[in-house]
């Protein structure tokens, strides 16, 4: 399984990625942060797309850059609109047991198993 | 047309249990209209075998007096929504011809409920877009037209489920709604649409888009049906755990009329530059209505409004971002091979996306990653906060807040799609009631100079369902929309 390697890493990429912080969210989108974004994403993205990406994602983040008006320092962010108590629940096995339900969609399995390209040496 | 296609949810559900028509006949009054609609694009998948199978089975529980609430009506399914056995692609080519073997809460609360499924209903790719244009199954045309009978846009994202209502292509439609994906497309095309509280329908088997901020709705004919249809689709549910386990209310038994004493607040700073005036006197004459009606009205502000659309076009997209992980090429779906797992799973991504959801997921990676985390996604979760604050003190003053759903009427295919920053503005009244997570319903209230529809939108409290629904159908008794777009499209 491909569960911790693949897509738009969230948390993970902190550690993962070394990009250098900047000093505010003034900067725009240039092509080689363009390409760096479309790394992390794992989105293939050829040399010819780069200038009409980064163009497109800098006019975006021109947009969302009015927020750094506002002062809110002190304001606790927020995550859930409604609030809810996460309830916890029985620690049994409840479902599963259907490979062939879980598999059917697959675009490559080998018996029971996803098949990916190698990916150990 | 046929007459039993003229039939609201309401109307349908009382002839069938006084057995004026048969659930088979209703049925294959729909399936004969949908397939001869293509014009509109509005479905994506027809399941007519499967939704006679479903009729059928419905006029045996009728037969026995089983009839359940929403016994042998026909709806349309917005493809986001996971149905067993039929392909579910949230309009994207990265999902192929996946096919859930599993049905999602939602839609499986409607079949156990009675109701007959027609097809899946076309959206912009993963809910993404205010006009239905970034769907791999193409464009889903307005059944509304103005005089110069250019084609226009239904809304979006549930584009397929307000077009297919308001062309009478079912009864009704499910949709869901991320920053006005409901209530915008029923504005344009005259029908009514309900985006509930956060968490008063389980997300679960709802291709996910922005967690925090979707929530499943529907979109129907009338006040009342859209009461109805909430009355099924709503459910505490175990599998989603931000679904709330509170009692679903007899959302019909709301529609009392009666609004005096009723407090609506009228926000100031949704007077936006540029507002066509028409918007304008329709705004007010929806004030006029309420006021009739009983009414209190009251000014209110909501002074961190201008912020939404900035905040949301962070949030979305980051949690978009996250969301989207999981399209690989590994599990299900479209892959593309590549020289290595790396390289097949950023081929596999490039193939598989549109424009706009690359744009939408290199947004949100941005704002997530190592150095903009704070100054972007934090950033935007702190002002999320000060616009749901600045709903709590508005409530203190008012029950229900009234604006109007859109800045606009429809505008033509192909109008907005070269910028996406023009695109956003659509969602400009809609998107705080997402990020405050609370119940929004837009009600047709009138045409514009072009003869096009306009929608007038109510905000509720959180869980405040029953007054919403209470003052959209005071409006929709005022206003008497009964405008219909002139059946241009059928093939017939």
Redesign the interface.
């Known amino acids: 399984m491909a569960c911790c390697t693949t897509g738009a890493a969230l948390l993970v990429s902190r550690e993962t990625f070394r990009i250098p912080p900047i000093k505010g969210p003034k900067m725009s989108v240039d092509e080689k942060m363009a390409r760096r974004i479309a790394t992390l994403a794992r989105i293939g993205v050829s040399d010819a797309q780069l200038p009409a990406l980064a163009k497109e994602l800098s006019a975006i983040l021109g947009f969302v850059e009015q927020l750094s008006e506002l002062d809110t320092s002190g304001v606790k962010p927020l995550t859930s609109a409604v609030e809810t108590t996460m309830l916890g629940r029985e620690d049994v096995i409840n479902d599963g047991g259907y490979p062939a339900d879980v598999l059917a969609n697959a675009p490559e399995r080998d018996d029971d198993y996803f098949a990916v390209p190698k990916v150990v040496e | 047309m046929s007459k039993l296609t003229d039939l609201n949810l309401a109307q349908a559900r009382d002839g069938l249990r006084d057995k004026q028509f048969s659930a088979r006949e209703l049925t294959q009054a729909h399936i004969e209209r949908v397939a001869a609609a293509d014009k509109l694009n509005a479905y994506v998948l027809q399941t007519p075998e499967k939704a006679l199978e479903m009729a059928d089975a419905s006029d045996a529980k009728i037969a026995q007096g089983e009839a359940r609430p929403l016994e042998g009506i026909p709806l349309g399914i917005k493809d986001l929504f996971c149905t067993k056995g039929v392909r579910t692609t949230a309009c994207s080519n990265i999902l192929a011809e996946?096919?859930p073997?599993?049905e999602s809460t939602v839609t499986g609360n409607l079949w156990a409920d009675g109701a007959v499924m027609l097809g899946k209903l076309n959206n912009d790719e993963f809910a993404m877009g205010s006009s239905n244009e970034t769907s791999r199954f193409g464009a889903v045309i307005n059944p509304w037209r103005g005089a110069d009978q250019k084609p226009l846009v239904p809304g979006g994202s549930s584009g397929g489920s307000s077009s297919a209502v308001a062309a009478r292509l079912g009864i009704a439609a499910t949709a869901t709604d991320t920053g006005g994906s409901i209530r915008q497309p029923a504005a344009f095309t005259g029908t009514v649409g309900l985006k509930p509280?956060?968490?008063r329908c389980s997300r679960w088997g709802v291709v996910a888009f922005a967690s925090?901020l979707d929530q499943a709705g529907p979109i129907t004919q009338t006040v009342r049906d859209a009461a109805i249809m909430l009355g099924s689709m709503a459910s505490y549910d175990?599998k989603d755990?931000?679904s709330?386990n509170l009692p679903v209310p007899n959302y019909e038994a709301a529609l009392t009329g009666d609004i005096k004493g009723l407090r609506v607040g009228i926000p100031a700073e949704y007077r936006v530059d540029n507002m066509p005036s028409e918007i304008e006197a329709l705004w007010q004459q929806g004030i006029d209505w309420l006021t009739q009606a009983g009414a209190e009205i009251v000014d209110i502000s909501l002074p961190?409004t201008?912020?939404a659309?900035?905040?949301y076009?962070?949030i979305a997209p980051a949690e978009a971002?996250?969301n989207?992980?999981?399209?690989?090429?590994?599990?299900?779906?479209?892959?593309v091979?590549?020289k290595?797992?790396?390289?097949?799973?950023?081929?596999t991504?490039?193939?598989g996306?549109g424009d706009e959801v690359?744009?939408r997921?290199?947004?949100?990676?941005?704002a997530?990653?190592?150095?903009?985390?704070d100054?972007?996604y934090?950033?935007?979760?702190?002002?999320?906060?000060?616009i749901?604050e600045d709903f709590t003190k508005a409530y203190e003053k008012c029950d229900v807040v009234l604006t109007p759903t859109t800045p606009s009427s429809a505008f033509a295919i192909g109008e907005k799609s070269d910028d996406?920053?023009e695109m956003?503005l659509n969602d400009v009244f809609t998107v705080t009631g997402?990020?405050?997570?609370?119940p929004g319903i837009s009600v047709p209230a009138g045409v514009d100079a072009k003869g096009l529809p306009l929608g007038l939108q109510l905000i509720g409290k959180?869980f405040g369902e029953e007054d919403l629904l209470r003052v959209a159908g005071v409006l929709e008794t005022a206003a008497q929309f009964t405008a219909r777009a002139d059946d241009w499209w059928s093939a017939e």
């Open positions: 996946f096919t073997p599993y509280t956060y968490g925090s175990a755990s931000t709330v961190h201008k912020y659309l900035p905040a076009y962070i971002s996250s989207l992980a999981r399209y690989d090429g590994v599990r299900y779906g479209m892959r091979a590549g290595d797992i790396d390289d097949m799973y950023a081929s991504r490039a193939a996306f690359i744009r997921i290199m947004i949100g990676t941005y997530l990653s190592a150095g903009y985390y100054a972007y934090v950033k935007a979760l702190q002002v999320r906060r000060l749901a996406p920053l956003y997402n990020l405050a997570g609370l959180t």
